[in-house]
């Protein structure tokens, strides 16, 4: 979180939900992508996606016609995988899909006697036996890791229980504390940033987790964007112990607000302070006072200031 945030010279976009829901990318992606290399504004994708390989999610995202390169995300999937080798060469049982087992071939995953249980989300597959298994290898010594704990997700048949669940019984019935790899991980957060060259308070991401994007970046010195699509709903918006810099209605909003945070005569007042600007280049008169210089326009936008805990009407 940057004290005043004035620039932003970078961006992290999560993925699902910012760019896409289920199989239907988001109005406005590829545009503000596109917005951003025009910039030459430095982005990298950042996701907790633990049912897909790196090369598999850009493939689903160039079929929805975002062009995204696999180099260019960071996968709670790719960073389990760099965690275990920095181990050695532990054996581990993994509760992922096939498909992701492919990603850790160089791991013994058939011991009877694991090195870590490693929990990834296997849909529908879970079940008493598989739990009660994992809990006994826990209970003999093997560490329990995490590819992420998010609660919920949307997709095209609307929202679904994530593994966070799971990885919390699991927990609870061990005594141990599992080893979150993806989002909100400051370590997560630092390789991604290390591959944009930037720093923190000058780099924001996009998100639409209130929890594991918006919190996870204010943490780790981010700015925040949070968009009202995917996952973001209001109960949970303001039942919040956090807020992010900037609220957009949904990634088309973004380019709008980029220039609007880069004009150099916006100013914020001491505090928290929410207001919108619609349609032209004018001031609300009860935000005028707080403000120095003129506002461009740049859309229905809501900007938000984490100052202050309590949340304007």
Known sequence: MADDPATI????????????????KIPGAVETLEFCQE?????????NTSTRTLSAIAEKLNAMGIPIAPEMIFSAVSATRDFL????????????RDEVKLEFAEFEQNSPDPDFVVVGDIGAAWDYEMLNGVF????????????????YWLTDEGLQMDIGAF????????????????????????LALNALGTDSDSTAIVGDDIENDIAGGNRNGLQSIMVKTGKYRQDVFDAANTNPDYLIDSIADLPALLRGVLYPTLRFAPGRLQFSVTGADTVFSHFRENCVGLIPRIGNLLFVRRSLSKKLP
């Open 85 to 96: 080798f920095q181990q050695g060469s532990p054996s581990v049982h993994l509760l992922v």
């Open 136 to 151: 006994n290898e826990l209970m003999n010594g093997a560490q329990l890791v995490a590819m992420h704990r998010n609660k």
């Open 39 to 47: 910039q030459n504004l430095p982005f990298r994708f950042i996701t």
């Open 9 to 24: 010279e970078a961006l992290l976009f999560d993925l699902d939900g910012v760019l896409y829901v289920g199989s239907q």
């Open 167 to 190: 990885v919390a019984g699991l927990e609870y019935v061990c005594g141990k504390q599992a080893t979150i790899i993806g989002k909100p991980s400051s370590q997560f957060f630092s």
